[in-house]
């Protein structure tokens, strides 16, 4: 007579919900609280995010665990970053409980991920999350910046939200998110989601978005924040061209033709069109660079955007929240 099979210790549908009630926890769309109830699609976000065993990858929103246990299957650490009091309080009892053997390769950081500026033990090599829908930009962006050690990222945000990171010049939709994440890192969508997978089910789909970090940084003499300074800039008023877009970054429409020109790039294009390496060509004649030219320096504005200002207005948060 053989053996009956171990129990999964994925999470499933009913022990989502058994969870869920005995903690007390309602999903909430303030913090785009859906919770994935289905194990194959967790494995199949870790086998697309080609988690290694020598992997230590960082989690976001982990919620009630279900991406997290399907992650310790196979990295050889997991740091989860959880904002919420009561989710964070119960996971790190869940992973003992489901998975007692891989519980020390598990640590569990209770704070908001925008604010997390070090993680502990071994840096992090992978960025494997569920993000909520609301937060999802600026959180992505402020992991590959503050950890540069991360080579591989596989987020799963809202479908529409991926078509704007993997976006490329001259598409629709190609904006603030999609120049700012391809500074750090090639991306590409790499699947879709349906919305049966959560609890509660979104009124949205879902779409999988990979980044694999450039091994040579966009070579520019600029500095981050003055490059995403023009491509806030150009972004903010998409419909005008980048003479007209760029005259308040550069003090004037001439000081913004002079630093397009000498950047090789026409006064007349508009932003949709640049790639990341011409915005940064055009950030190195700048109001600030020593080269600048003149009508610019003359004229130069107040200090840099910040890397996540404007993205209200290429990226508005949704009504319909993300998942966990």
Partial sequence: MSNPSPPDPLLGPADVRELAGALGVRPTKQRGQNFVIDANTVRRIVRTAEVRPTDVVVEVGPGLGSLTLALLETADRVTAVEIDDVLAGALPATVA???????????????????????PGPAPTALVANLPYNVAVPVLLHMLDTFP????????VQAEVADRLAAGPGSKVYGVPSVKA????????????????FWPAPNVDSGLVSLTRRTEPVRTTAAKAEVFAVVDAAFAQRRKTLRAALAGWAGSPAGA??????????????????TVEEFAR????????PHAPRAAREHAPHAPRTPHDH??????????????
């Fill in 182 to 197: 391809n500074w750090y890192a090639e991306v590409k969508r790499a699947g879709s989601i349906g919305r049966n997978v």
């Fill in 311 to 324: 993205l209200a207005q290429d990226h508005a948060p949704h009504k319909e929240p993300g998942s966990q």
């Fill in 97 to 119: 409980a489901r998975m007692p053997d891989r519980a020390d390769r598990f640590t569990l950081v209770h704070r908001d991920a925008l604010h997390v500026t070090g993680l």
């Fill in 149 to 156: 050690s991360i080579e591989r990222t596989l987020v799963m």
């Fill in 257 to 274: 033709e002079a630093a397009l020109v000498a950047a090789g790039v026409s006064p007349q294009a508009r932003g949709e069109s640049l």
């Fill in 282 to 289: 055009i950030a190195e004649h700048g109001p600030r660079a």
